[in-house]
């Protein structure tokens, strides 16, 4: 009947800033813009009940809940990506073509448990 | 240099490249370009402020290029690799072929044309109707000198095959456009490889469309789609045209002349597509119902 004590703020799950530079991947000559994105990443727990607050679905919090009771059994469930965001990269090809290319997906804007 | 890391291939594929390009020389970035890649990253900072989720309709499109108002997530400019072969210089009429001044006589296709001895070309006009009883009228044949017969050459191999373009636009630029009244200019599907060169008749080309170049018009732009060239399914490796400009009337020769160098020399010629690439568009979601 005792709730669990509740893990440090900066354990629970949420967006975790990452900067991916195209110079120091070696790429900064054949893409022209940008010249890096902020891509982010997820990272933090959902123990029960705080998943309730943390852009959980029902099942993230019922899964919480199981995991409180019989933890060897059902594993918390996971702190991932729930929304993002597009960017877009202007490149030369191997043709030497100049391109523009929209990608889907490529920044974490939010997380949430699942 | 060197063979690439494992991260650096799962990037490169998560981007839709096998490998890292390596241009030759970098060429300067065509300004639409820059202008679609800057209005892309205002929507995508707009989204971002606003952080409320947002219905289909106000989602930035992903997949849709608004200011070309198509579909595509993939918009390249493909530069010409044609050579002009006769320097904006006046081309002669032995296109009919034969006689001393062919081109089989004189090796490859560099013609002068006298301007007092006008090209014979094959009529345009459809024949005319077949008079019952009657013998058949043809039109005479339209007499306009060559001014400039450019090859266009684009190399779109760089495309997936699953790339489904949306939008192929012919952009030619050309300085201060036609000099007086009467100018035209015509599109041609070249021949294959194995004829160009000094074998390519005119008459092997299937002509694609014929306009007026009026005075003053600078930029020209042709959709390759509507003219049927390229069909909505993947698009060929490469693209092989040729562009013609026929000197309207009322110049003097010199003059005229004149004309057509600076036109040849001030032609370019790009070719922007938009693709949609199917596996890398998620349809926008449908309104809950």
């Known amino acids: 009947t005792v709730a669990p004590a509740a893990p440090a703020p900066d354990r629970i799950c949420r967006p975790h800033q990452l900067y991916v530079s195209f110079r120091d991947v070696g790429w900064h000559d054949w893409i022209i813009a940008p010249r890096g994105f902020m891509a982010n990443y997820c990272r933090g727990s959902c123990p029960f009940p705080l998943a309730t607050q943390l852009n959980s679905v029902n099942h993230a919090i019922l899964q919480s809940l199981m995991h409180s009771v019989a933890p060897a059994q059902t594993p918390l469930p996971c702190c991932i990506p729930v929304r993002l965001s597009p960017i877009s990269v202007l490149f030369y090809d191997n043709g030497d073509n100049v391109v523009l290319r929209h990608y889907e997906d490529m920044v974490v804007d939010e997380c949430g448990c699942r | ?289």
């Open chain 2, 1 to 289: 240099p060197g063979p690439l890391s494992p991260q650096a291939v799962a990037l490169l594929r998560a981007l839709g490249l096998s490998e890292p390009p390596a241009p030759r020389q970098p060429r300067p970035v065509p300004p639409l370009l820059w202008r679609l890649f800057r209005k892309s990253q205002e929507k995508l900072a707009a989204a971002k402020e606003t952080q409320e989720p947002q219905g289909p309709e106000q989602q930035a499109q992903p997949c849709r290029v608004e200011e070309l108002g198509v579909p595509g997530n993939i918009v390249r400019l493909v530069p010409d690799r044609g050579k002009l072969r006769n320097q904006g210089k006046l081309l002669s009429g032995s296109r009919a072929g034969g006689g001393a001044d062919s081109p089989q006589a004189r090796g490859p296709p560099r013609h002068r044309l006298n301007p007092s001895r006008p090209v014979t070309r094959p009529p345009r006009a459809p024949c005319l109707p077949f008079p019952p009883g009657g013998s058949v009228q043809f039109e005479e044949p339209a007499l306009a000198p060559l001014c400039v017969e450019k090859p266009l050459f684009f190399n779109l191999s760089a495309l997936a095959p699953q790339e489904q373009p949306t939008l192929v636009r012919l952009e030619l630029a050309c300085a201060r456009g036609a000099p007086g009244p009467g100018w035209e200019l015509s599109l041609s599907l070249a021949p294959g490889p194995q004829l160009w060169g000094w074998q390519a008749h005119w008459h092997h080309r299937q002509l694609l469309l014929t306009q007026p170049l009026l005075p003053g018009q600078d930029t020209i732009h042709l959709d390759l789609l509507d003219l049927g060239l390229v069909g909505p399914s993947a698009l060929p490796r490469n693209l092989s045209l040729v562009l013609e400009i026929l000197a309207g009337g009322g110049g003097d020769g010199n003059g005229t002349e004149a004309a057509c160098t600076s036109l040849g020399r001030s032609l370019e010629a790009s070719l922007l597509v938009v693709t949609l690439h199917p596996q890398q568009c998620r349809p926008l979601a449908r309104r809950r119902r």
